[in-house]
């Protein structure tokens, strides 16, 4: 069984900056995928940022030129360095990885709250 631990969240007023660290544990197979979805109250959760095991990312529009997704396959950790936060900006991150024989898995998310 896979575990995902998320940190890093917390308070930031606009501008700011924040590292969010995702840290899996517990696989026996390759994290093919790693991303990191958010939701804020109301809304449906979205899709922030994703990287594979190539190194390729997607980002969602809102993040481009913010927000930078990484990892370090050593740890099975990723990272989202988030800069430039918005007051929209403010959800509850989900880290979220799809393992090698199909199976995916949710941390429990991590709350960022962006105010002034």
């Known amino acids: 069984q896979v575990q995902i631990v998320e940190s890093g969240g917390g308070l930031v007023q606009p501008g700011g900056s924040l590292r969010l660290s995702c840290a899996a544990s517990g696989s026996r197979f390759p994290l093919l995928v790693m991303a990191w979805h958010r939701q804020a109250p109301g809304n449906q959760r979205e899709l922030v940022t994703s990287?594979?095991?190539?190194?390729?990312?997607v980002y969602a529009d809102s993040a481009k030129g913010r927000f930078t997704i990484s990892r370090d396959d050593a740890k099975n950790t990723a990272y989202l360095q988030m800069n430039n936060l918005k007051l929209e900006d403010t959800a509850v991150y989900y880290c979220?990885?799809?393992?090698?024989?199909?199976?995916?898995?949710w941390g429990q998310g991590t709350q960022v709250t962006v105010s002034s």
């Open positions: 979220f990885t799809y393992v090698s024989g199909g199976h995916t898995y």
């Open positions: 990287i594979d095991s190539y190194g390729n990312t």
